[in-house]
Protein backbone atom coordinates (compact mmCIF):
# COMPACT_ATOMS: atom_id res chain seq x y z
CA UNK A 1 0.00 0.00 0.00
CA UNK A 2 1.12 3.39 -1.15
CA UNK A 3 0.59 6.84 0.78
CA UNK A 4 1.33 9.68 -0.21
CA UNK A 5 1.49 13.42 1.13
CA UNK A 6 1.80 16.30 -1.37
CA UNK A 7 2.66 19.55 -0.70
CA UNK A 8 3.41 22.99 -2.48
CA UNK A 9 0.24 24.91 -4.47
CA UNK A 10 -0.83 28.36 -3.78
CA UNK A 11 -2.01 31.27 -5.23
CA UNK A 12 0.38 32.79 -7.84
CA UNK A 13 0.11 35.43 -10.50
CA UNK A 14 0.19 34.55 -14.08
CA UNK A 15 3.45 33.76 -15.29
CA UNK A 16 4.39 32.70 -11.97
CA UNK A 17 5.61 29.64 -10.96
CA UNK A 18 4.99 26.99 -8.42
CA UNK A 19 6.30 23.29 -7.37
CA UNK A 20 4.09 20.49 -6.16
CA UNK A 21 5.70 17.90 -4.22
CA UNK A 22 4.61 14.38 -3.61
CA UNK A 23 6.54 12.09 -0.93
CA UNK A 24 5.31 8.32 -1.37
CA UNK A 25 5.65 5.67 1.79
CA UNK A 26 6.28 2.57 0.41
CA UNK A 27 8.33 -0.58 0.33
CA UNK A 28 9.29 0.18 -3.42
CA UNK A 29 8.15 2.08 -6.12
CA UNK A 30 9.62 0.36 -8.94
CA UNK A 31 6.38 -0.95 -10.16
CA UNK A 32 4.91 1.99 -9.95
CA UNK A 33 3.79 5.21 -12.29
CA UNK A 34 3.11 8.21 -10.10
CA UNK A 35 1.51 10.91 -11.79
CA UNK A 36 -0.01 14.45 -11.55
CA UNK A 37 -3.57 15.03 -11.92
CA UNK A 38 -5.69 17.60 -11.69
CA UNK A 39 -9.12 19.22 -11.10
CA UNK A 40 -10.86 22.14 -12.09
CA UNK A 41 -14.24 23.50 -11.17
CA UNK A 42 -17.27 22.02 -13.46
CA UNK A 43 -14.23 20.18 -15.04
CA UNK A 44 -13.26 16.29 -15.18
CA UNK A 45 -10.12 14.66 -13.43
CA UNK A 46 -6.80 15.12 -15.88
CA UNK A 47 -3.68 13.75 -15.93
CA UNK A 48 -1.16 16.51 -15.99
CA UNK A 49 2.05 14.43 -16.40
CA UNK A 50 3.37 11.42 -15.63
CA UNK A 51 6.76 9.57 -14.13
CA UNK A 52 7.69 5.71 -14.23
CA UNK A 53 9.46 5.06 -10.83
CA UNK A 54 12.07 2.59 -12.28
CA UNK A 55 13.45 4.06 -15.92
CA UNK A 56 12.16 7.73 -15.15
CA UNK A 57 10.10 7.93 -18.08
CA UNK A 58 7.98 10.81 -18.50
CA UNK A 59 4.53 11.97 -19.90
CA UNK A 60 3.32 15.55 -20.41
CA UNK A 61 0.41 16.71 -21.11
CA UNK A 62 -0.32 18.54 -24.22
CA UNK A 63 -2.10 21.77 -22.34
CA UNK A 64 0.80 21.77 -20.15
CA UNK A 65 3.80 20.72 -22.54
CA UNK A 66 6.86 23.05 -22.71
CA UNK A 67 5.70 24.58 -18.90
CA UNK A 68 5.41 21.98 -16.62
CA UNK A 69 8.07 19.41 -15.43
CA UNK A 70 7.77 16.12 -13.42
CA UNK A 71 10.88 14.59 -11.92
CA UNK A 72 11.25 11.94 -9.07
CA UNK A 73 13.97 12.04 -6.41
CA UNK A 74 14.79 8.41 -5.84
CA UNK A 75 16.47 8.72 -2.67
CA UNK A 76 13.59 10.75 -1.17
CA UNK A 77 10.68 8.86 -2.70
CA UNK A 78 9.37 12.43 -3.96
CA UNK A 79 7.85 13.64 -7.35
CA UNK A 80 7.79 16.60 -7.86
CA UNK A 81 6.49 18.70 -10.58
CA UNK A 82 7.77 21.96 -11.62
CA UNK A 83 4.98 24.80 -13.23
CA UNK A 84 6.25 27.69 -15.18
CA UNK A 85 4.49 30.14 -16.68
CA UNK A 86 1.58 29.80 -15.12
CA UNK A 87 -1.84 31.10 -16.91
CA UNK A 88 -4.90 31.42 -14.91
CA UNK A 89 -6.29 28.31 -17.05
CA UNK A 90 -3.90 25.88 -14.94
CA UNK A 91 -6.00 26.67 -11.71
CA UNK A 92 -7.12 23.42 -10.33
CA UNK A 93 -7.11 20.76 -7.48
CA UNK A 94 -4.02 18.94 -7.77
CA UNK A 95 -3.46 15.67 -7.46
CA UNK A 96 -0.88 13.17 -6.68
CA UNK A 97 -1.50 9.64 -6.75
CA UNK A 98 0.16 6.50 -8.25
CA UNK A 99 -1.10 3.15 -10.22
CA UNK A 100 0.60 -0.43 -11.36
CA UNK A 101 2.61 -0.21 -13.88
CA UNK A 102 0.55 -1.55 -17.19
CA UNK A 103 -2.60 -0.57 -14.85
CA UNK A 104 -5.43 2.08 -16.18
CA UNK A 105 -6.26 3.50 -13.36
CA UNK A 106 -4.64 5.36 -10.48
CA UNK A 107 -5.17 3.54 -6.63
CA UNK A 108 -3.73 5.81 -4.29
CA UNK A 109 -4.05 9.08 -4.00
CA UNK A 110 -2.51 12.30 -1.97
CA UNK A 111 -4.56 15.19 -0.71
CA UNK A 112 -5.73 18.06 -2.63
CA UNK A 113 -3.83 20.49 -3.75
CA UNK A 114 -5.25 23.64 -4.54
CA UNK A 115 -3.03 26.02 -7.33
CA UNK A 116 -4.98 29.72 -8.00
CA UNK A 117 -3.43 31.34 -10.80
CA UNK A 118 -4.65 34.94 -11.13
CA UNK A 119 -4.63 37.13 -14.48
Known amino acids: QVQLISSGGGPVQAGGSLRLSCVAS????????MGWLRQAPGKERDVVAA????????YVADSVKGRFVISRDIAKKTVYLQMSNLIPEDTAVYYC????????????WGQGIQVTVAS
Open 97 to 108: AVKPRGGNEYTN
Open 26 to 33: ARTLDYYV
Open 51 to 58: ITWSEGRT
